[in-house]
Structure formats: structure tokens, C-alpha cells
């Protein structure tokens, strides 16, 4: 009888090791497929700006590199925020996945009260995609093209010198605030839902300045003389842009401020899909053709592994948290 128990344990022993063997096995199968079927990209803007151009460009050579449509889909509002949740509420399974920038990861968390997802909890990192210099951008209207002149402007003009961003909170916001800081001026912050519609009124002289995440609006309208790019926010002088000075050569030598927009998926992402993903997408950032179309707009490729992207983040968490406190900014 004793006999008759044990061989009946292990022979359920051995079914449920078949089982699991099969379910991985089934399991290893469906991700080796994947995709088998259109993917979304979500950009938390609307069409036109620099997140929407970038995440376009992306998806066309990410599509080529996995052998599935990678199709965008525009979520705009809140800064970025709507799609950024839209995309945290998604499902993990490879198929909707975001170009989601530092405005959202980094600088959101420190400044809004009421988020609705937590950038460490709510998301899978897979790479980032570009680093990018913004810029200060002018009216072509505007009596200023320095930032000393500017500068001399807003102090006669206190509060009536206005900037365009893409929302509250965003990094041109946090940008530009922190600019008018150091400068000790007061400009008039007008938020949009997105860059397209900020350089719409910017080109009708509806608005003075735009704080631009990148070059990419700059590049196509500097040549025509309708924008003036007063100076670059990065550390150095942009390659795109070589002959604008940067804000910390204008006087202001601790200034430095870049974007970076990352890809990413909901969390919990399969490993097998993750690592898909990544390999997809840093071998399409480092094809010559998408490195000489997004070096002519203004913006740097690169690509990270995974553990550089979530060590990347991190350093970028910290600076912009600072930069927040400073600012004393909160939102609802």
C-alpha cells in the first residue's frame, strides 16, 4: 500500500514536471515569434514636435529591424502625462510600447502632486534613443538675439516677455524658470499641449520665446528667417548649430540643460521580449542613415543597454529633482 502511495506521488510528481516544462516551453515559442503582429508607439504628443518626429523615425527602422509595422499612435496632454499612464495601463506583452522623455521620468515625479503612475514601478526601460541641446527660440519680431539683450529686455519688461513649453512641468518649463532664475528676470509662462502648437504661435509672434526641447523645430525654420535661436541649453555648442552660443557662455557658466527621449514598455515585460526589443532597437540607432537623419535635426542616437539606460535615469532622477527644489515648483 505504502508502495502503491509513493509511485502514484511521483508519477504526479512527474506530470506536473511536464507540465511546467511544457508551459515554459510553449511559453519560449510564443516569444521567439514575437512580433507576429503590428506594433503601437505611443508619443505622449501631438503630431509635429520633436517627440513626434523622433518617435516616427524610430519606428520606421524599428519596424525593419523586427519585420512588423511599428505604427505611432499620438496621445497628447498634461505635459505628457496622458500617454505616458495610457501607456503604463497597457498591457506587457511587447505590443504597445512609448517614447517617453525626461519631462515625464525625471522631472514629473518631483513636481506633481497627483502623477497617476511611478516612473520606477510602472514601466520596463529598454533603451534610450537620443540625447538632445534645446534652445532658446525667438519671434523673428523680437528685438533681441542675444541672451544679454534679452536679458536687458525682460528686466524693462518684467513679466511681459513670454515663453512657450509643451505643459506644465515639462522640462522646457523647468528650463526656462530655471534660465529666468540665474538671470534674475520674470517671464510670462504660456503652456501648450504639445511643440507643434507652441511653434504655430511662435511663427504667428503670438508668443516671443519657445524653450525648446531640441533642435528640431529650430533647424527647419532658422534657415527661412522666421525663428532666431537666442542660444543652445547644453554644455557645449550643438553640432547642429555650431555657430549659437550656449546659455553658459553667455554669461551664465553653471547653466546646462538636455533632453532625452527613451523607449519603453508597460512593466513586467517578459525578459525573452525585452531583450528583443533592445537589440531591435540599438541596431536600427546605429544604422548610418537614421545617425545622419537625426544628427540633421539636431539630436545625438544613443543607444544603451538596458542596465546603462536604468543607471542613465537614476543620474537624471537626482539632477532634476534638485533643479525642482530649487525651483520650489508644484503642481497639482
Not at 506594433?39 to 512588423?68: F, H
Not at 530655471?178 to 504639445?194: C, D, E, N, T
Not at 542660444?231 to 546659455?247: D, K, L
Request: aromatic share 6%; glycine share 8%; proline share 7%.
Amino acid at each position: 500500500m505504502e508502495t502503491n502511495m509513493m509511485m502514484f506521488q511521483f508519477g504526479r510528481l512527474c506530470r506536473s514536471a511536464i507540465q511546467a516544462v511544457l508551459v515554459l516551453g510553449f511559453s519560449a515559442a510564443v516569444h521567439a515569434a514575437y512580433p507576429d503582429r503590428p506594433i503601437k508607439l505611443i508619443v505622449p504628443y501631438p503630431p509635429g514636435g520633436a517627440t513626434d518626429v523622433i518617435g516616427r523615425i524610430l519606428a520606421k527602422n524599428l519596424g525593419e529591424s523586427l519585420g512588423q509595422q511599428v505604427l505611432v499612435e499620438n496621445r497628447g496632454g498634461a505635459g505628457g502625462n496622458i500617454g505616458t499612464l495610457a501607456l503604463a495601463r497597457s498591457k506587457p506583452d511587447g505590443y504597445t510600447l512609448g517614447i517617453l522623455t525626461v519631462s515625464a521620468m525625471s522631472i514629473a515625479p518631483h513636481i506633481t502632486k497627483n502623477l497617476g503612475f511611478n516612473p520606477e514601478k510602472d514601466f520596463t526601460p529598454i533603451t534610450n534613443v537620443v540625447r538632445t541641446d534645446g534652445a532658446i527660440l525667438a519671434n523673428s519680431s523680437t528685438p533681441y538675439n542675444t541672451v544679454k539683450e534679452l536679458v536687458v529686455y525682460a528686466k524693462e519688461n518684467p513679466g511681459k516677455v513670454s515663453y512657450a513649453s509643451v505643459g506644465n512641468g515639462s522640462i522646457p518649463h523647468l528650463t526656462a524658470e530655471m534660465f529666468a532664475q540665474q538671470a534674475g528676470i520674470s517671464l510670462l509662462h504660456v503652456p501648450y499641449k504639445g511643440a507643434a502648437p507652441a511653434l504655430q504661435d511662435l511663427l504667428a509672434n503670438i508668443i516671443n520665446l519657445s524653450f525648446e526641447t531640441s533642435l528640431v523645430s529650430a533647424m527647419g525654420n532658422m534657415s527661412s528667417g522666421r525663428v532666431k535661436i537666442i542660444a543652445t541649453t547644453g554644455p557645449q555648442r550643438a553640432a547642429a548649430a555650431p555657430n549659437v552660443p550656449t546659455i553658459a557662455e553667455s554669461g551664465y557658466p553653471n547653466f546646462s540643460a538636455q533632453g532625452w527621449f527613451g523607449l519603453f514598455g508597460p512593466a513586467n515585460l517578459p525578459p525573452a521580449i525585452e531583450d528583443a526589443l533592445n537589440k531591435a532597437t540599438t541596431a536600427a540607432l546605429r544604422d548610418p542613415e537614421v545617425i545622419s537623419r537625426f544628427e540633421k535635426l539636431g539630436v545625438i542616437p544613443d543607444p544603451l543597454t538596458q542596465a546603462s539606460f536604468i543607471s542613465f535615469m537614476q543620474v537624471e532622477n537626482k539632477k532634476w529633482a534638485a533643479v525642482a527644489k530649487t525651483l520650489n515648483l508644484q503642481l497639482d
